[in-house]
């Protein structure tokens, strides 16, 4: 992959990563629970593939309309994986280092959040009382759990970005 893809690719990331911690930070001075709403989330999923498929859009006109499957999966990874990483650092630095206390409030609104909606999906109260137990004796900023969230997150849109890749990808008919 070329040098100017691959830098494409990590300033769209650096952006993604800038306006993932933007949000996190305005949430956490505004309203620490807006960080605990589903309709945030969504939110932010729709803006990280955004950036995603804008960078491979950019890659391809930087390739003048033609790209491999490759360039364009790598366009769109090295964007996505950049952001998540920034968002995921100023989130530990922000609840591990800066303000803890604001870890402990966040865990207890997500844990009162999971509540009512396993009551509202139904969920037995022994299967209730089990999730909010592993919830309370484990913090959702450990190292570990950070590391399974970013794992997590790059597989799921690394799935996403094999579709985007494949749409986008265009053979240069001269080439062959």
């Known amino acids: 992959m070329e040098k100017t893809l691959k830098s494409t690719a990590m300033n769209y990331g650096i952006y ?3 306006i993932l911690v933007l949000v996190t930070v305005l949430a956490y001075a505004m309203d620490i629970e807006l960080l605990t709403k589903w309709w945030l989330g969504i939110i932010l999923f729709f803006v990280v593939l955004a950036f995603g498929i804008v960078s491979t859009i950019k890659a391809k006109e930087l390739l003048n309309g033609f790209i491999s499957f490759k360039q364009a999966f790598s366009s769109y990874f090295i964007a996505i994986a950049i952001g998540i990483l920034i968002s995921t650092a100023a989130s530990v630095l922000l609840f591990n280092f800066i303000d803890t206390d604001a870890a402990e409030v ?6 009162e959040t999971t509540s009512e909606m396993m009551i509202k999906f139904g969920a037995p109260q022994t299967e209730i009382d089990k999730a ?5 004796n484990e913090s959702q900023f450990s190292l570990k759990n950070q590391l399974r969230s ?3 997150q790059l597989i799921f849109y690394s799935v996403i ?4 890749a494949l749409s986008f990808k265009k053979s240069d008919p001269n080439a062959e």
């Open 16 to 18: 993604l990563g800038i």
């Open 106 to 111: 966040l865990q207890e609104k997500v844990i």
């Open 161 to 164: 970005g094999l579709v985007v």
């Open 132 to 136: 909010l137990a592993d919830m309370e």
């Open 150 to 152: 970013i794992a997590f």
